[in-house]
C-alpha cells in the first residue's frame, strides 16, 4: 500500500443521489413557496440592471428592456427574489466549503494546461452560457430543471440541448480538461 495514499485526506463531497433527491426537494418546497421554481440567470440579470441603473440612469429611463424589468419589480431589481436565492447558494456554498474543509483559493485544472489558460476557457464558457440563457429564456436550473419539474415539455427540450451541446463539444475541449 502506497503511504502517500494514506496520509492524503479524503475529500467529502455529498452522494449524488441524495444530492439529486435533496435538490428535487428544493425545487418542489420552491413551487409550493413561491409558486415559482428555481433559476440563476433572473438574479445575475437583476444585479446587472441595478448596475446600468446607478451608473446611467438616464439610459435606464429611456431604454424598453431596463424600463419594463423596473416596471416588473416595484421594489427595485434586488429585492427580487431570485436574488436572495441566489444569495442563498453563496452562503450555502461557503458554509459547505467551511464544514468539510475545502475553502481554498486555487485553480483546478488538468496537468496539461495553465491556471491562466484554464481561467480564460471558464469566462469564455460563463459568458457564452450566459447568452445562451437569454436567448432560451431562462439557465439550466431555471428553465430546464424547473420545467421538467412542471413537466413542461420546453423543460425537457431544454435539458436535451443543453446536454447534446456539451456532448457534442466535449470532443473538441476534453484536453482542457483531462
Sequence with gaps: ???????????????????????GLVLIAANFVSGRGLGASGAFKSVIVSAVDTVAPRHTEHALFYKTYHESHP???????LVFQMMGVVVGAFLSGAIFNRLKFKVEHSPKITSKRRIIFA????????????????CTSGSALSGMGVMSLGGFISMAFIFGTAYALAYFFRKNWI
Design 75 to 81: 421594489g427595485g431589481p434586488l429585492k427580487a427574489w
Design 1 to 23: 500500500m502506497n503511504k502517500s495514499n494514506e496520509s492524503t485526506p479524503k475529500t467529502r463531497y455529498i452522494n449524488p443521489y441524495l444530492g439529486g433527491v435533496l435538490l
Design 123 to 138: 469566462v469564455i464558457g460563463g459568458i457564452l452560457f450566459g447568452f445562451g440563457s437569454q436567448l432560451g429564456r431562462g
